[in-house]
């Protein structure tokens, strides 16, 4: 289930102190794995040992993380976990309207994947930067070591005190974290309503329900928030073209992303690559999702 925002902040605090060792850099190339992250992220080792396969850009890596070492994976870059080794990790997702921090204790079921019942979607009133901090981790590449664990450091320590800020609230339920997660990881498909219930274990009613009572969005609304928010970093981060970035975000038709782009972002996806574009404070411009 959702955690408390507190509880959360104390691993994240741990985390920052032991940031120490190596910090590695997935890639694009080659397609090495069977997963495409969807957002910038970082995975980082607490305890244990942390099993994850990914490209650099040059080879496949198949490495063991090992406590205080941390790998960033940026928007649509390959990586692949592996739940064969018993280990804590922490692992941060950086989205436009909010920063998912999930907390993973795999010492248990080996060999399974577990889900992520400790998490926090920190909304963007609390926390900023932190995306631009994890922006600048990946520019470096490696090139700069200690600077790079010195940002990781203070990207810690910035995603903490944001959680400490954060009024304490009853949890969610443990139905709302399986659907975040089914959203997560099925998005960028050719998916319904029925599939994302399947993959949460919910009905399609219940569903619609708790995406309601927690977001206060329809389904079809929370599809596309991900959908634009995965598009948005391809447009910042790469140079695909527009049609291949709506179909690779989920979107059928190129022409349904371009108007859902613009009534969200209030430009158009080619004038926000071309202009460089700036978004205002207030993201979530109102539109019809339908």
């Known amino acids: 289930m959702e955690s408390t925002p507190l509880k959360i902040a104390a691993y994240c605090r741990s985390a920052a102190e032991k940031v120490s060792g190596n910090i ?78 999930i907390y993973i204790d795999h010492c248990r079921k080996l060999n399974e994947k577990p889900v992520a019942k400790c998490f926090y979607h920190i909304p963007k009133e609390y926390i900023s930067g932190d995306g631009k901090i994890a922006e600048a981790i990946l520019e470096l590449k490696g090139d700069a070591p200690e600077i790079s664990r010195q940002l990781l450091r203070t990207l810690l320590e910035l995603i903490t005190d944001s959680l400490c ?19 997560h990881n099925l998005f960028r498909g050719d998916i319904t309503r029925a599939d994302v219930a399947e993959f949460a274990g919910v009905t399609p009613s219940q569903l619609s329900r708790i995406i309601l009572k927690n977001s206060g969005k329809s389904f079809r609304e929370m599809l596309n928030d991900h959908r634009l928010e995965y598009a948005l970093g391809l447009l910042q981060n790469s140079s695909m073209p527009i049609g291949e970035i709506a179909s690779s975000s989920g979107f059928s038709y190129t022409s349904y992303f371009i108007r859902l782009f613009h009534e969200r972002y209030g430009v158009s996806p080619e004038h926000f690559r071309k202009a460089h574009f700036t978004l205002p404070k207030n993201e979530n411009r109102s539109g019809n999702n339908l």
């Not at 800020?165 to 959203?183: F, H, L, T, V």
Request: with cysteine; hydrophobic share 35%; charged share 25%.
């Open 24 to 101: 590695f850099f997935a890639g694009f190339a080659p397609r090495c794995c069977n997963g495409v992250n969807n957002y910038n992220r970082f995975i980082f080792c607490l305890e244990g040992r942390k099993h994850i396969i990914y490209g650099d850009g040059e080879k496949v890596c198949d490495r063991l993380l090992l406590p205080g070492d941390a790998v960033f994976v940026p928007g649509n870059g390959e990586e692949e976990e592996k739940w064969d080794l018993p280990h804590t990790m922490i692992s941060c997702v950086f989205m436009s309207s909010y920063t998912r921090v």
């Open 165 to 183: 800020k954060i009024p304490a609230q009853a949890p969610r339920s443990p139905e709302w974290g399986r659907i975040c997660d089914a959203m």
